[in-house]
């Protein structure tokens, strides 16, 4: 294997601290064309798709990619924006938010940048920008608040897979999950009650997350265990009972049993039982997506509308409210602690020029 070095590297470069923030991706355009490659991407990742990878080529190449893109584009037409994808844009201030109030307290020692682990901007391009940039010490932070191998697990290997070609490896602290932080349970519960403000409640709240098969819990994945302990933190922090929530999850895909209870059949289910009203929270997702916008907040409501329920309504996500920058700016705090950088590098760009080093 060739390792590589950064072409921008010089021996006197000041060393930094970075911090990459990390979320699933999204198409360039909501476009079959601009899906295909991104399906397949996400699609490919043995984390995501826990199927022998010869049978799962087979389905993919030949039967999912052939019908799938056409009818995500749809979707994703229903949500972009001008700016673009709704996803890639909150993450994109979200980085920008944490810049700023990194910068304001450490200068030009830290740098911040964001990455897709599927789709742009891609995770090699930001580390070696990063790289270039002199960080030696590096924060990732994946936007998942719970711990799930295909989403964090997945982020990791990325990271890994970069790393195995670099020359120089930065220290690295990698934060998996943050389903119990007290900022994290403050921050989606307050949210709530600003809704409530303006709306007051409804007959039932529902905590919705993204689902995985339920072979992936079996086999050890601790995701469905933090999802129902963020309800529960989150419950307690509202001051609710157990029976004014409920924790359910969506967007499964495939014929294989998912974790249950699901969204879609619940909402389906709820009119008939009484619950006239309903608000729909996504405490995992950090970022107003096609997964919230779209499935939650379109697609899910007319199930309940169309089953008799009078009153629908999504709680938007943190996004990048100033509370949510708080939240993020308080686990780089967390993980940065004691680290140092050398800003003077000129002691070590001497003794490299003494063996011959050109820069």
């Known amino acids: 294997m060739k390792y590589t070095g950064s072409p921008k590297f010089t021996h006197s470069q000041g060393d930094k601290i970075g911090v990459l923030i990390t979320n699933l991706g999204t198409p360039d355009a909501p476009t079959k064309k601009a899906l295909k490659p991104y399906l397949k991407e996400f699609l490919s990742d043995p984390r995501v798709v826990e199927i022998p990878r010869f049978i799962w080529w087979m389905i993919l190449n030949l039967v999912i990619l052939n019908i799938r893109p056409a009818r995500s584009a749809k979707a994703y ?32 020692d830290v740098v911040v940048e964001f990455a897709m682990r599927y789709g742009n901007p891609a995770m090699a391009t930001t580390i070696d920008h990063m790289l270039q940039q002199g960080v030696r010490k590096l924060v990732v932070l994946p936007l998942y608040p719970q711990y799930c191998a295909s989403t964090t697990g997945s ?32 921050a989606v519960a307050n949210k709530i009650r600003a809704h409530w403000q303006q709306h007051a409640k409804a007959d039932k709240l529902l905590f919705s997350y993204h689902g995985i098969p339920k072979r992936y819990l079996t086999n050890g994945d601790p995701y469905h265990c933090q999802c129902h302990k963020t309800s529960r933190l989150i419950a307690q922090e509202l001051g609710i009972s157990s029976d004014e929530y409920m924790t359910t999850f969506q967007s499964r895909f495939g014929r ?56 629908y309504e999504y709680i938007a996500a943190l996004n990048s409210d100033p509370s949510h920058i708080d939240l993020l700016d308080q686990l780089v705090e967390e993980n940065i602690a004691g680290w140092r950088v050398q800003s003077d590098n000129s002691q070590r760009a001497s003794l490299a020029k003494e063996l011959g080093a050109k820069q």
């Open 256 to 311: 294989e049993e998912w974790l249950k209870p699901y969204t879609d059949h619940t909402l389906q289910s709820l009119p008939e039982k009484g619950v006239k009203s309903v608000q729909v929270v996504c405490p995992g997702f950090s970022s107003d997506c096609l997964e919230t916008i779209e499935e939650i907040g379109m697609e899910n409501r007319d199930y309940f509308l169309e089953a008799g329920g009078e009153r």
């Open 77 to 108: 037409a229903e949500v972009w924006e001008e700016s673009g994808s709704p996803l890639l844009t909150h993450t994109k201030n979200q980085a920008e938010a944490l810049r700023k109030r990194l910068q304001d307290k450490y200068g030009q």
């Open 155 to 186: 982020t990791f290997d990325a990271v890994a897979q970069d790393f195995q070609s670099r020359r120089w490896l930065p220290e690295l602290r990698f934060v998996n999950q943050y389903c119990d932080h007290d900022m994290y349970i403050k």
